[in-house]
């Protein structure tokens, strides 16, 4: 079965600085997918970041970036520049395309912004 | 993105009562829909997959009968909570399998927060 690590439950970073999420996945897979999801206190789950695990270019979506390390089974994700509104819960997901196509959730990681 | 809807938001029923979820892809059709249930500062645990037109399948100690799944509708899916009780409160979310293009995504509805008296 796959599992999904997210080893720090909390995190801080000042305003404007950057700050890197970790997230370490455990799979025999080829094929995947891997997911940054944001919940914020209205805890609606908004996506981030997407990445194929066939694309060895790291996805980027304006601050936010991801380091895929396929080998490592690693997939950490950057913010740069932080903002305030960035503060929310961080899950990190993988999905199998041969598997269902359910989502696998680390535990999550808190992010604080401090001002 | 695409857009999934919840309703509703919230709802407060008394034990032994039956709660109604719906979960809507509003600009896209999905095929299979996902239910998921959230405890406080946890993180998602999936219940159950709901394909359109067949049987939901239900993750382990999911009880079948306790939460019924219906995708009647390539962009609906109810989840219905019968006899609830008040181990039953939590907060429950849906997502919705969206594949632009061939990329895999799920985006998710707001979720619907149930107490359960």
């Known amino acids: 079965a796959q599992t999904v690590t997210q080893s720090q439950p909390e995190m801080s970073v000042q305003e404007a600085e950057t700050v890197t999420l970790s997230c370490t996945y455990d799979?025999?897979?080829?094929?995947?997918?891997l997911f940054w999801y944001k919940q914020p206190p209205s805890r609606q789950m908004i996506l981030v970041i997407r990445?194929?695990?066939?694309?060895?270019q790291n996805a980027t979506e304006n601050r936010f970036s991801v380091n895929f390390q396929k080998a490592a089974k690693s997939f950490s994700l950057k913010i740069s520049d932080s903002q305030l509104g960035d503060a929310a819960m961080y899950f990190c997901?993988?999905?199998?395309?041969?598997?269902?196509?359910?989502?696998?959730f680390g535990g999550g990681t808190r992010l604080m912004v401090k001002p | 993105g695409a857009v999934v809807s919840q309703h509703p938001s919230w709802v407060i029923c008394k034990s032994g009562t039956s709660v109604k979820i719906e979960c809507r892809s509003l600009?896209?059709?999905?095929?299979?829909m996902f239910w998921y249930r959230q405890f406080p500062k946890q993180s998602l645990m999936l219940m159950a997959t709901?394909?359109?037109?067949?049987?939901?399948?239900?993750e382990q100690g999911v009880e079948k009968d306790k939460f019924l799944i219906n995708h009647a509708s390539l962009t609906l899916s109810t989840l219905t909570v019968t006899s609830a009780h008040p181990e039953d409160s939590s907060f429950y979310i849906c997502?919705?399998?969206?594949?632009?293009?061939?990329?895999?995504?799920?985006?998710f509805g707001p979720g619907t927060r149930l107490l359960v008296l």
């Open positions: 997502s919705a399998r969206f594949r632009p293009s061939g990329a895999e995504t799920q985006y």
């Open positions: 799979t025999s897979e080829s094929d995947y997918y």
């Open positions: 990445q194929e695990a066939y694309k060895q």
């Open positions: 997901a993988y999905l199998n395309n041969n598997a269902g196509n359910m989502l696998t």
């Open positions: 600009d896209f059709q999905a095929t299979t």
């Open positions: 709901s394909n359109e037109g067949s049987k939901a399948t239900y």
